[in-house]
């Protein structure tokens, strides 16, 4: 793991303790980190691959989730996606199933992309920021968040997205490193950095936030600013 790697982890950590403590961020200075040895030598993730991470992440037994959950849950969709599709945790369904958005929000969320041409079949990759169920849907514990992110970072840099697309609040602070609500995420692109894996220079990745379909499906008032965050994406694409 890169220096660059440990503190976008660190960072990702520190919000989320935040977060649970208080719902307040704080200003703290960053640690000093060092590459591992083989992100010294620049062959970081070199021959990564969906199906290792997948492999990985299914094997994994990093927190406790993975003694409550049916199957892990790793992602899927095309392995050059125009969009990256991040969610929170997975679901009932996507629990018995090990596959991402495939319960009542996964079938939102398929009509939405459908909505601006976009398919985890054709240019999507769609995953969550943890990859094992929460009992009870919960939000993701930090110590379930710093057991996953690793793999979320892993699955970033070999992908390789043109634009990331955060589905609700946890995503999307988790991301952004915020504790800002989706209210004030939702709808403006950002610029998530991702140092390349053979030391040349990083690469900047639009990010736009909406609500999750979940939220959705609880208050229907959130679609029509939901499908304008969509549709600026949507542009975005063409362009």
Same mark, same amino acid.
């Given at each position: 793991m890169?220096a660059?790697?440990?503190?976008r982890l660190?960072a990702?950590?520190?919000t989320a +303790?935040d977060?649970?403590?208080d719902g307040h961020?704080r &200003?703290?200075?960053a640690?000093?980190f060092e590459?591992?040895?083989a992100?010294?030598?620049?062959?970081?993730y070199?021959g &990564?691959t969906?199906?290792?991470?997948?492999g990985?992440?299914r094997s994994?037994s *990093?927190?406790g989730?993975?003694?409550?959950?049916?199957?892990?849950?790793p992602?899927? +969709?095309?392995r050059?996606?125009?969009?990256l599709v991040?969610?929170?945790?997975?679901g009932?369904?996507?629990?018995?199933?090990?596959?991402p958005?495939?319960?009542?929000?996964?079938?939102?969320?398929?009509r939405?992309? *459908?909505?601006?041409?976009?398919s985890?079949s054709?240019n999507?990759?769609?995953?969550n920021t $943890?990859?094992?169920?929460? #009992?009870?849907?919960? $939000? #993701?514990?930090?110590a379930?968040t *710093?057991a996953? $992110?690793?793999?979320?970072?892993?699955?970033i840099?070999?992908v390789?997205?043109?634009?990331?697309?955060?589905m609700g609040r $946890?995503?999307?602070?988790?991301?952004?490193r915020? &504790?800002? +609500?989706?209210g004030r995420l939702? +709808? =403006?692109?950002?610029e998530y =950095?991702?140092d390349?894996?053979?030391?040349?220079?990083?690469?900047s990745?639009p990010?736009i936030?909406t609500y999750?379909?979940? *939220?959705?499906l609880? &208050?229907a008032s959130?679609?029509?600013?939901a499908?304008e965050d969509l549709?600026?994406?949507?542009?975005r694409?063409q362009t």
């Amino acid at each position: 793991m890169t220096a660059e790697d440990k503190t976008r982890l660190a960072a990702l950590l520190d919000t989320a +303790g935040d977060f649970l403590r208080d719902g307040h961020w704080r &200003d703290r200075e960053a640690p000093a980190f060092e590459d591992d040895a083989a992100a010294a030598r620049g062959i970081a993730y070199a021959g &990564d691959t969906p199906e290792a991470i997948a492999g990985d992440i299914r094997s994994c037994s *990093a927190c406790g989730l993975c003694e409550v959950r049916i199957l892990a849950v790793p992602g899927e +969709g095309v392995r050059q996606p125009r969009v990256l599709v991040i969610g929170e945790a997975p679901g009932s369904e996507e629990d018995e199933k090990g596959r991402p958005f495939v319960g009542p929000a996964g079938r939102l969320l398929d009509r939405m992309l *459908a909505g601006i041409a976009l398919s985890r079949s054709t240019n999507c990759f769609i995953t969550n920021t $943890v990859k094992c169920r929460p #009992p009870g849907n919960r $939000v #993701p514990l930090p110590a379930e968040t *710093a057991a996953c $992110v690793p793999f979320l970072i892993r699955q970033i840099r070999t992908v390789r997205p043109a634009f990331i697309l955060c589905m609700g609040r $946890v995503a999307a602070q988790t991301m952004l490193r915020t &504790d800002e +609500g989706i209210g004030r995420l939702r +709808g =403006t692109f950002f610029e998530y =950095t991702m140092d390349a894996a053979s030391g040349a220079a990083a690469a900047s990745i639009p990010l736009i936030a909406t609500y999750h379909p979940s *939220a959705l499906l609880r &208050d229907a008032s959130l679609k029509r600013p939901a499908w304008e965050d969509l549709k600026k994406l949507f542009t975005r694409l063409q362009t």
